[in-house]
C-alpha cells in the first residue's frame, strides 16, 4: 500500500479503514494482502484510526486535535475509502465509527461525502461479520458514500485465513477478493466526485 503522504498519480487511490486497531489483526492483514490483489491504476492507502481521540463535539469549537485534522485531510486526499472490519458485538467496533464520527465533523463538512465506498467484512465465525457490515452501511448512507453493493464480501473463518507468512492461504478467498477489487475499481470510476 502506498504511504499516505503521496499525491494520488493515474488512477484511483482508496484510503483504507480497518475497523481492529490491535497489533495482530487478521483484518490488517487481509486488507494489506489485499492490496496485491488490486486492479492496475487502483492504489490502496491505509488510513490510521487508532490516534484519534473519541469524537467530542466540545472539540469541534476550537482548533480541532491534531490527529483530527490530519484524518480529514487524509480522507480528502482520497478519491475513495475502503472498510475492511471485523465485527463487535454484532456492530462496528468503537475506533471506526469512532473515525466515521470524526470524519463526518463538524456539521456541514462531512470530508466522507460523495466519495465512494466499499466494505469488507470479516470473522472466525460463519456470518462473516454481517453485523457489521450492514450497520456501517447504515452510517454511510447519511454520510452520503455511493457504496458498492454487489459483490458483497462477508468472509467467515477469518481464524483460518492466513498463512504464517500473512499470505492467503485459499484461492477461493482470494479470487473472491480479486473480484471484490475489480468490481470496486469500476465502482469507484463511475462515483468518483469530481474535484471542487
Ligand atoms: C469486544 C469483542 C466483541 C466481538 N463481537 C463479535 C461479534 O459480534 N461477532 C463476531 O463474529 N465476532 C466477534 N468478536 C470476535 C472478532 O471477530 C475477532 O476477535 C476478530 O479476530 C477480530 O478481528 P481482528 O483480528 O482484525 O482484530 C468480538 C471480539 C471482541 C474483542
Given at each position: 500500500?502506498?504511504?499516505?503522504?503521496?499525491?494520488?498519480?493515474?488512477?484511483?487511490?482508496?484510503?483504507?479503514?480497518v475497523?481492529?486497531?490491535?497489533?495482530?489483526?487478521?483484518s490488517?492483514?487481509?486488507?494489506?494482502?489485499?492490496?496485491?490483489?488490486?486492479?492496475?491504476?487502483?492504489?490502496?492507502?491505509?488510513?490510521?484510526?487508532?490516534?484519534?481521540?473519541?469524537?467530542?463535539?466540545?472539540?469541534?469549537d476550537?482548533?480541532?486535535?491534531?490527529p483530527?485534522?490530519?484524518?480529514?485531510?487524509?480522507?480528502?486526499?482520497?478519491?475513495?475509502?475502503?472498510?475492511?472490519?471485523p465485527?463487535?458485538?454484532?456492530?462496528?467496533?468503537?475506533?471506526?465509527?469512532?473515525?466515521?464520527?470524526?470524519?463526518?465533523?463538524?456539521?456541514?463538512?462531512?470530508?466522507?461525502?460523495?466519495?465512494?465506498?466499499?466494505?469488507?467484512?470479516?470473522?472466525?465465525?460463519?456470518?462473516?461479520?454481517?453485523g457489521?457490515?450492514?450497520?456501517?452501511r447504515?452510517?454511510?448512507?447519511?454520510?452520503?458514500?455511493?457504496?458498492?453493493?454487489?459483490?458483497?464480501?462477508?468472509?467467515?473463518?477469518?481464524?483460518?485465513?492466513?498463512?504464517?507468512?500473512?499470505t492467503?492461504?485459499?484461492?477461493?478467498?482470494?479470487?473472491l477478493?480479486?473480484?471484490?477489487?475489480t468490481?470496486?475499481?469500476?465502482?469507484?470510476?463511475?462515483?468518483v466526485?469530481?474535484?471542487?
Amino acid at each position: 500500500m502506498s504511504d499516505s503522504t503521496s499525491p494520488a498519480t493515474d488512477g484511483f487511490t482508496a484510503g483504507v479503514l480497518v475497523g481492529s486497531i490491535r497489533r495482530d489483526s487478521v483484518s490488517r492483514k487481509v486488507a494489506t494482502a489485499m492490496a496485491g490483489l488490486v486492479p492496475a491504476g487502483l492504489t490502496l492507502r491505509p488510513l490510521r484510526i487508532d490516534d484519534l481521540p473519541l469524537y467530542d463535539e466540545d472539540l469541534d469549537d476550537g482548533p480541532p486535535p491534531a490527529p483530527w485534522a490530519r484524518f480529514r485531510a487524509e480522507v480528502r486526499a482520497v478519491d475513495a475509502i475502503l472498510f475492511v472490519t471485523p465485527e463487535y458485538n454484532r456492530s462496528v467496533p468503537a475506533p471506526l465509527k469512532n473515525a466515521v464520527d470524526v470524519g463526518s465533523a463538524p456539521h456541514g463538512r462531512n470530508v466522507f461525502a460523495g466519495r465512494p465506498a466499499g466494505i469488507v467484512s470479516l470473522s472466525p465465525g460463519r456470518m462473516g461479520a454481517f453485523g457489521a457490515n450492514h450497520h456501517l452501511r447504515q452510517s454511510l448512507v447519511f454520510l452520503d458514500m455511493p457504496t458498492m453493493q454487489q459483490p458483497e464480501a462477508y468472509l467467515g473463518g477469518s481464524d483460518e485465513m492466513l498463512g504464517t507468512d500473512g499470505t492467503l492461504r485459499s484461492d477461493a478467498v482470494r479470487e473472491l477478493l480479486t473480484g471484490f477489487l475489480t468490481a470496486f475499481d469500476v465502482w469507484v470510476a463511475g462515483h468518483v466526485a469530481v474535484p471542487a
